[in-house]
C-alpha cells in the first residue's frame, strides 16, 4: 500500500510541477489578447497588445515565484514540526 502511495504522490507532483510550465504563457496569451481587444476599443494600432503580453509574461513569473515560495514554506513547516526520529 506503501508503494502505492508514494507512487501516486510522485505522479501528483509530477502533473502540479508541469502544470506550472503553462501558467507564464498562458498570462502572456491571456494578456495579449486584452490589450488586442482595448487595441480594438480605443483604436491604438497594436501597442496595446504588445504591452499586454509583456504584463502577462510578468504576472505569470510573478504567480510562478509566489507559488514556489508558499510550496517551500509549507514544506520547511512540514520538516520542521515533524518529529526527529535520529535516535
Known amino acids: 500500500m506503501s508503494g502505492q ?3 501516486s504522490d510522485l505522479w501528483g507532483r ?6 506550472l510550465g503553462f501558467i507564464i504563457p498562458g ?5 495579449y489578447f486584452l490589450g488586442q481587444y482595448l487595441d480594438r476599443v480605443l483604436h491604438l494600432g ?5 504591452i499586454g503580453a509583456f504584463v502577462g509574461t510578468a504576472a505569470g513569473i510573478v504567480e510562478v515565484l509566489q ?4 510550496m517551500e514554506r509549507n514544506a520547511d513547516q512540514r520538516n520542521s514540526s515533524s518529529p526527529d526520529h535520529t535516535g
Open 14 to 19: 509530477a502533473v502540479f510541477y508541469a502544470s
Open 27 to 31: 498570462a502572456a496569451v491571456a494578456g
Open 67 to 70: 507559488i514556489l515560495t508558499r
Open 5 to 7: 502511495r508514494k507512487s
Open 46 to 50: 497594436t501597442i496595446l497588445s504588445v
